[in-house]
């Protein structure tokens, strides 16, 4: 198969250049091809920057807070470390009703006075 490498009339979608090679090349180069992505996707990279950055942070609050593999907080100590209760990764309940929030494994059961009983997840917990 002999592809022609010869100069069409489209222009690159990223810098505007002429594109050289293949009829249905939209870049002339993979730098251009890599910056446009980049654009056009960016809302959705930022986006997901930045929760993965929140669920990080709060992972990382739980486990600095929870050293034995269960402890015993206060809200007000998860508050003072920036912990943001909107992100987590999952929720598990058990059958008995008790309902854990996770951080990719560490973990949380709201207690009725602003206490917090911090776990690690186990292998059965899902």
């Known amino acids: 198969m002999n592809e022609s490498l010869e100069e069409t009339d489209k222009a690159c979608l990223e810098c505007g250049t002429t594109i050289r090679g293949r009829a249905d090349k939209k870049y002339c180069s993979d730098a251009c091809r890599n910056a446009y992505h980049n654009k056009h996707t960016s809302d959705v990279n930022n986006l997901m920057r930045n929760v993965n950055y929140t669920l990080r942070k709060n992972r990382h609050i739980l486990a600095d807070l929870n050293p ?49 009983t911090l776990v690690v997840k186990k292998d059965y917990i899902d």
Request: charged residues 20%.
């Open 68 to 116: 034995q593999g269960k402890a015993r907080v206060h809200r007000d100590q998860l508050n003072r470390k920036g912990f943001n209760f909107n992100y987590i990764t999952n929720v598990y309940q058990t059958k008995s009703g008790t309902v854990y929030h996770f951080c990719y494994d560490q973990g949380y059961i709201v207690s009725d006075d602003d206490y917090f």
